[in-house]
């Protein structure tokens, strides 16, 4: 018997449970409290893309604008200041964000919307320019008219003529994207970036890069111009890491707790079977089975008992069913086999040759790769050739068995009679019963019990006698109470009787003591 791992589950001390309940808890609070962060994690760097994405086409939108206007003042540098202020004027005034146009001939400025007339090298007021470009950016801490005011300076060159072109001053504002990153409280600021030099929401000046004191979560460049956006912001803010802690703390908790009570009570209730196995709280009733025709006794059938010694007797409807819910059902009948075996020889000086040996099955058992070495042990363990071996399989449990038809045929092979228990009850198609070929039909006592009462039921019980009539199957009725039952069954030409009016299920030593007078 393979019953030492069975008992070493026995052995789990609560502390080892404990144990598990909290390893299972950490690692569910793991799980949950990790992927809630990956989550958020996740959420915030979409967000943060999305965010900076959104500045960079606003501000390639911006400049896109103002290549527009750059190409229509682009011609007015071949002409002289006097003849085209008023246009440049003009334009600078229509554009929101522009300070200032300046054109430019061979890298000096002549002529400014603002100023009219002048003369400054590009080289002198932003050396870091390049005007042999197409296109240039720099970021300048002020303008002559608004010097402490940072701005950005933009170089549009004739596309024809060397350092010659349009440069102008913008204003740039990040008020709207300050406004928006204020909202959200993990994103810390905004800077655009040219070269070395950064316009910030830290700072109201332009700031070397190197001055900033923090990597961004985001860089992002600007098509087409030499500028980048780059957003300051929290990867892993703290409340992040709070609600996924939090997340974590409370699944990681909730399924300790369960896991706990679940182990617990398993562990509880199935260490008490194993309990019960092991210190011979369980033993065997016998509750014979007479034979219509003579009223003799012709067997016995073997129901389970459990004496708890706190719960006292628990019926075998509550651990049966339990039983099976926890894997215990096979040690539990083969002690039940072991416990006949040892009342075998008595039986046997009881009961004449012959008799039948009313065993109930679990269809766990049934299903259970040992089910055919525990069968065979046990008839080799009776005496030889005395009993008949029937095994008891309620109708419910046939039904789910796809394997049924070839274990039946294997039973029969091996000499063992199959009885179909509590018939009636199930949802049983004839067919079942025609391709099965089973021995007996235990009429269920709920049928038997409606004899002499006028019950809806009643009628069932004729159409159960009918149909087993039909299919030449040998029949018990259980639950035989009154004599009235006792007559009305026999006349109807059940085969077998069993129930309190003949004998209640007994124990060995009443069964020899059993008076004979009520056969
Ligand atoms: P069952 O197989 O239908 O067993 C017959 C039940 O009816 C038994 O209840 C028996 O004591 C009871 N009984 C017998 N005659 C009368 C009567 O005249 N009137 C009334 N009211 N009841 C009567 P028990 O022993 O409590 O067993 C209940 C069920 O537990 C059994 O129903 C069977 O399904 C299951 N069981 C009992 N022992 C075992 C076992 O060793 N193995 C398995 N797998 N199941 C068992
Ligand atoms: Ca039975
Ligand atoms: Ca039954």
Not at 138 to 152: D, R, V
Not at 275 to 282: P, V
Not at 373 to 383: G, I, K, M, R, W
Not at 441 to 450: C, H, M
Request: charged fraction near 20%.
């Amino acid at each position: 018997m393979s019953s030492k791992n069975i008992f070493s589950r026995s052995l789990s001390t609560p502390k080892r449970l404990l144990m598990m309940s909290v390893l299972l808890g950490l690692l569910c609070a793991l799980i949950i409290g990790g992927s809630t962060s990956f989550w958020l994690h996740h959420k915030r760097q979409e967000a943060y893309s999305v965010l900076v994405n959104d500045i960079r086409d606003y501000m390639s939108t911006f400049f896109d604008d103002l290549a527009i206007t750059a190409q229509t003042i682009q011609p007015l540098t071949t002409q002289k200041c006097s003849e085209v202020s008023a246009q440049l004027t003009y334009n600078a005034a229509f554009n929101v964000n522009v300070r200032a146009f300046l054109l430019v001939r061979d890298g000096v400025a002549y002529c400014s919307s603002a100023t009219g007339e002048m003369r400054k090298s590009v080289k002198d007021m932003v050396p870091s320019l390049k005007t042999n470009k197409l296109i240039d950016l720099a970021l300048i801490s002020g303008t002559p008219m608004l010097p402490t005011k940072p701005a950005i300076a933009v170089w549009y060159r004739h596309p024809q003529i060397k350092d010659t072109g349009v440069f102008a001053t913008l204003n740039i504002s990040l008020t709207p994207y300050l406004l928006y990153t204020a909202r959200q409280r993990d994103i810390t600021g905004t800077a655009l970036v040219v070269g070395d030099k950064a316009l910030t929401t830290f700072f109201p000046r332009v700031t070397p890069v190197t001055e900033l004191q923090f990597n961004p979560v985001r860089k992002t460049l600007l098509r087409g111009y030499p500028m980048a956006v780059w957003l300051f912001g929290d990867d892993w803010p703290h409340e992040d890491i709070v609600l996924a802690a939090l997340a974590g703390l409370g699944s990681g908790l909730l399924f300790a707790f369960a896991c706990g009570s679940f182990l617990f009570l398993r562990q509880r209730t199935g260490k008490e079977i194993l309990t019960g196995i092991s210190r011979g709280q369980f033993y065997p009733v016998y509750q014979p089975i007479i034979k219509a025709s003579n009223l003799k006794t012709a067997g016995v059938e073997v129901l389970m008992r459990w004496q708890h010694p706190t719960a006292g007797m628990i019926p075998p409807d509550a651990f049966i069913a339990f039983a099976e819910a926890q894997n215990l059902i096979v040690p539990l009948t083969r002690h039940l086999f072991t416990l006949i075996t040892a009342d075998a020889s008595t039986l046997s000086a009881l009961l004449p040759k012959g008799s039948r040996l009313s065993v109930n099955l679990a269809p766990g058992h049934l299903h259970a790769p040992e089910f055919k070495d525990d069968v065979l042990n046990f008839s080799a363990s009776l005496p030889e050739d005395h009993f008949q071996v029937v095994f008891e399989i309620t109708e419910r449990d046939m039904l789910k068995a796809e394997e049924a038809p070839a274990l039946f045929d294997w039973l029969h092979q091996h000499g063992f009679e199959i009885a179909v228990d509590d018939f009636g009850t199930g949802h049983s198609a004839l067919i079942y019963l025609e391709r099965f070929k089973l021995d007996y039909l235990k009429i269920d006592r709920g049928f038997v019990n409606t004899i002499g009462q006028d019950t809806v039921t009643a009628p069932v019980l004729d159409a159960v006698l009918t149909l087993a009539e039909r299919l030449n199957m040998t029949t018990v009725a259980e639950g035989v109470e009154t004599q009235e039952q006792a007559k009305w069954l026999i006349d109807r030409g059940v085969n077998y009787l069993q129930g309190y009016w003949f004998s209640r299920p007994l124990m060995l030593e009443q069964l020899k003591s059993r008076d004979p007078l009520r056969e």
